[in-house]
C-alpha cells in the first residue's frame, strides 16, 4: 500500500478527497492539514496528523467516513467547528478503528451514524475533551460489534455519552450497556443519566451520560466515585439533524 508522508503544514481551501487506499503518516511534530478530510475508498490509514477542519463551515466534519472498511484513525489531534470523527456507516462485515486521538471540537468528538450493517468499529485510547456536543455519539448501531474502552471523556458540554439503541426510557437500573461503557472508561468529574425525548424521528428516545449531579427527587444511578446520582426524566434541550452533523447534537 502507498505511504504519503506529510512534513510540513497543507493548507486545503476544500476537503481533501481520499479516494484510493494510501497510508497518510505524519512525518515530523510539525504535520498539519489546515481543513478536512473525507474517506471515500477502502483500505485507509490516517495517522499522527494536527487536523483543524474547515474554517469557513459550521458543520462539516473534520474527518468524515463514509461506507468504507479497512479504515484507521490513529494518533492525530483533530480540532475545528463540525464533528471530529464523523463515520456515516461502514460497509458490511467492514472494520475502522479509532485510536489514541485527541480531539476538541465545536460539536461532537466522535459520531456514529446508524447503519443496519455488521461491521466491526473498535473505539479506544482516544481523549474526548471539551467538545461542544457530545464526546462520543452512537446511532442505532445494533448489528455492530463495538470495543469502546480506555477512552478519557471530561467537559464536554451537552454529554459524554449519547446512545441511541433503546426503545424506552431506562427505568431504576442503570443498563448495561452504560454500565459497561462508564467501567471501561474514563469520565472525569460526576455524571448523571437523562432521557432525552426532543427531535423527531431518529432523534428521539437516547440515554445521555452526562457531566455534573442531578436534581434530587429523580432515579438514583451511580457516578464514577461511586455515589448515588439521578436518571434524568426530562430533556437537555438539544435537537439533531444537520445533514453533515448526523448524530452530532
Known sequence: METILVEGGITATDTVSIDRSVVLKAASDEATIKGCIEIKANNVT???????????????????????????????????????????????????????NEITVGMTG???????????????????????????????????????TGNTFEGNKTSHYSGRN?????????PGEITQFVDSNNIVGDWHLEWDTDGSGTYKNRVLLVSGQADAGENGNENNNGETTELGDESNGNGDGNGNGGDGE
Open 46 to 100: 490516517v495517522d499522527g496528523l494536527k487536523i483543524t477542519g474547515a474554517e469557513n463551515s459550521a458543520t462539516t466534519p473534520t474527518i468524515k467516513v463514509s461506507n468504507q472498511t479497512g479504515i484507521k484513525l490513529t494518533n492525530n489531534e483533530i480540532t475545528g467547528n463540525g464533528n471530529g470523527i464523523y463515520v456515516t456507516k461502514v460497509s458490511e462485515n467492514g472494520t475502522v478503528d479509532i485510536t489514541n
Open 110 to 148: 466522535i459520531a456514529i451514524g446508524s447503519c443496519e450493517n455488521e461491521a466491526t468499529v473498535t473505539i479506544t485510547g482516544n481523549t474526548l475533551k471539551g467538545n461542544d456536543k457530545h464526546g462520543l455519539s452512537l446511532g442505532k448501531v445494533e448489528n455492530y460489534e463495538l470495543t469502546i
Open 166 to 174: 433503546f426503545v424506552s426510557e431506562p427505568e431504576d437500573e442503570i
